[in-house]
């Protein structure tokens, strides 16, 4: 029995702590850990409603235009408005390309140096030197599509500048709609950087793709889990949001389900809080039950030196269970990708879901109505609750909103990677990340590098995950049909 | 350091074509003189990595060109390959073999609380290495520190009220000078440019908050394209309408930042003006907490609820000069007599509502020329 801490982990959006414990050469317990704190919810009470598609948009750096979305909804839902039909598309336009710079940054930048051997030179090493299967030429040429994908990914960022003012980090998402008007020469300027883009995607990046499902093929094997998944809806079809193009859902073993919100329970058991209803060990709630009765006024509060708890992370749970979310589960919802559940395939449907929404932008562009209103304006409400949901580049994003006397009273937020990277509930039940590493071989104690490969191919992002819970309101019930 | 003469006699030698790219340029200028590719550690401490990625938008130089000539990009935790000890060790060696020349940027608020335990960046003989251990150390060993971006520079979002972490400025923390770039997130053009600026010319001069002057010298209001529609008095009355955005918040008048100039992402493609949306001011030693709320324009940020202070009353008259407004109303400020005096002064004048709301072309002009007529 050895026991191999990995703190930190690099090559996500914050750094985390991986610790394992490996026996006959295989892992048998699993703790996944994030080691720092920021409080969003906290800070948001008090503030102009509007305000909070601006500030959370600064809970995560690469997935801002999630969360400028997710609060826009909230608020939508909140105030009773509805965006304009340019407004819809182009909040979607400004959220896909982020999406397409992510997922474009994450296989590139993030994923490949696990298998790709890089170039003598920091920051590409030091680094681990075991089980790089690429021949050099093969090596060498994805190498130089890792350089240019760093400068397609900057192009898709300056598609999210185009509509959306600047990136990381967008202003034309908001409440009410969007703000550029989908003139002609800026749709074009769009549209021809988009081609440029998913010419890469297809010529480049699946080909890759390919290429290191076929090397590394037992990573089919390895970092695999019940299908379990969760998904919440992401791009609305119309203003009126009756559809979207990627729909909720909610997978277990296998089989899909409408998703229910009263099923989502949020547990701190093994989290540095304390408050809420109940000690350690007991039902915190949140969702479902967070804002029910006995949660009023009361909040879980950040606390260190917590004993027997190892994150800042909650553990979010649907239905009692440890459920994942990102572009396996959502392609898994649609039917586009039943594969499997493992590191390549979460690997393979990312890069599978960047060549969809790359080519959907491109039939929401011939949508755009130049001459219509962009931005609709609205009254806050001086008492009104709202729920805004999305799917975000790595999973389920939801925000709760509650607002008194014209300001925000109460703001929550369950992010995608709490419920990736969420530690151990009540009933001792691991998260997601944590079960799929159990057995994965670890060939050299040393150099760790299968551990490395499955937290990663999760795109592990605890920037968002650290919350805390905050009074809100009582949720209506809330079932979305698939 | 390299004269611009023997610059081009390089240029000149190595057949060089000069209207290839300024990455290429960067690329030559520096290939003569490899010494000067600086040790640099961009430690990411209570951050979103906003401005990582900014970085990673740098169009020219490119990444690439960046880190093979222009610094030896050792420590980053968004894109380095080594992680857990063989990552941290990265910063030991450095701080062993590198002391005094090493350039040390951090990103993100540095957290105080529970002894600093809000944010760890590693482990090290079993126990945590806090992110205030680490910029204490690493930066008082750095030949220059950097903040780059606004929680680095100034505390930013995440200490903002109630600062749940208790999160600090490294300038809260260190005690040498430290070279603040701010900007949620930063421009890559200020934190390239600032580089570049250390590693060719050494420090660039500075403003009374350590920003360099070269990117945070002037206001976005002197700058700003829509400032003709300010000088006129005409207003949008809601988002993404293209006039001044004064009235929907912008905060443009008390920022100094070149965004109007430099605008954002690789190839300057936009501004948050230019998108018709206010500037929320996320440069200012005040974000967010004194630029909020976003869509209200400044008179009323400025007044309720907040103490007067020295810092406020600052800022308060800084607002006043960049508006022009005379340094009568300043003094009166300093009586007390501040919310009145303010809302005279600042209240924007009720002429351009009036046009925007009727709009033919003639009443536009007349409106104009008589404001005009009255300034005169
Ligand atoms: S108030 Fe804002 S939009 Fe108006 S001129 Fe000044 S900077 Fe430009």
Redesign the pocket.
Known sequence: MKKITINPVTRANSPFVVEVTVDGGKVVEAKCSVQFFRGFELILRGRDPRDASYLTERVCGICSSAHGTAAAFALEDAAGVRPPHNGNILRNLILGADLLQNHIRHFYLLSLPDYVRGPNLPPFVPGYKKDFRLPSRVNEAMLNNYYEALEIARLAHEMVALFGAKAPFPHSILAGGSTVAPAADVVMNFRSKLQKINDFIANRMIPDAHTLAGVYDDYYSIGGRNADMLVFGIFPRDQYDRERYFPFGAVLDGQLYQVDLQAIREDVSHAWYIGGVGQPGGDYGVAGNLYGKGMQNKQALPDREKQGAYTWVKAPRYKGRAVEGGSLARLWVRGDYRHGVSTMDRIMARVLETQKVGQLMEGWLEELRPGEPVYKPFKIPQKATGVGLTGAMRGPLGHWLRIEKGRIAGYQIITPTAWNMSPRDAGGQPGPMEQALLNTPVADENEPIEISRVVRAFDPCSACATHVIAPGKSLREFIIPV | MMKIKDFIKIIGKSGMDVKKTTNQLVGGLLAGDKKKRPPVLWLGTNTCAGDSISFLNSLDPGYRAMITNLIDFRYNHFVMTAEGDMSTGVLEDTLAKHAGEYLLIVEGTVPTRSGGLYCVVGHRNGKPYTALEAVRELGAAAGHVVAVGTCAAFGGPYAAHPNPSRGKSVQGILDRRVINVPGCPVNPGWIVGTLAHLVWYGEPELDEYNRPTLFYGET??NL?Q??H??DSGIFAAQLGEPW???KVG?K??VTFADCPYRQWNGEHVNWP?KANT??IGCVNPEFPEHTMPFFEHLPDIHLPQITVNADRIGAITGTLAALGIGSHLAVRIKKGRLAKTIKKGLAPPKLGLQVLQTTPAQKLVDGIKFKLKKKN
């Open positions: 976005i209001h700003c829509r400032r529609y300010f001044c955005m004064y912008c443009g008048p003006v206010p500037c």
